[in-house]
Nanobody, 120 residues
Framework: QVQLVESGGGLVQPGGSLRLSCTAS????????MSWYRQAPGKERELVAP????????TYADSMKGRFTISRDNAKNTVYLQMNNLKPEDTAVYYC?????????????WGQGTQVTVSS
C-alpha cells in the first residue's frame, strides 16, 4: 500500500522557519521524482519545488527562491522542505507528491497535506 505521510507543519510567526517532512512507503522511493505543492484557501494548488530521484533540483518560483530548499534522503524514503523567513502569504496546506514510471506507465501519489500557518 502506497503512503505519503507529511509532518512538520504548524503555526509560526513571520520570519520564522519550518521543516516539512514526507515519508514514503509502498514504492521504490529513489526511482520517483518528488515535489512539494501548496494550496492556499481560495487558490489553485501550486508547485513549490521539485526534486529528481537522484536529488537534482530546479529553479524555485520567485516567491520562494532563496527561502525554500527541497532535499531528499533516499535511505530514509523521505523528502524535506526547509522553509525560512516565512511570510503570511506562505500560509497554505502543503502536499507531498510522487511521480514515477514503471514499464512506461506513470504512477502518481499525493500525501494528505500538512497545514502551515504564518501569523503573528
Amino acid at each position: 500500500q502506497v503512503q505519503l505521510v507529511e509532518s512538520g507543519g504548524g503555526l509560526v510567526q513571520p520570519g520564522g522557519s519550518l521543516r516539512l517532512s514526507c515519508t514514503a512507503s509502498g514504492f521504490t522511493f529513489s526511482s520517483y521524482a518528488m515535489s512539494w505543492y501548496r494550496q492556499a484557501p481560495g487558490k489553485e494548488r501550486e508547485l513549490v519545488a521539485p526534486i529528481t530521484g537522484a536529488g537534482d533540483t530546479t529553479t524555485y518560483a520567485d516567491s520562494m527562491k532563496g527561502r525554500f530548499t527541497i532535499s531528499r534522503d533516499n535511505a530514509k524514503n523521505t523528502v524535506y522542505l526547509q522553509m525560512n523567513n516565512l511570510k503570511p502569504e506562505d500560509t497554505a496546506v502543503y502536499y507531498c507528491y510522487a511521480r514515477g514510471y514503471v514499464l512506461f506507465k506513470k504512477y502518481e501519489y499525493w500525501g494528505q497535506g500538512t497545514q502551515v500557518t504564518v501569523s503573528s
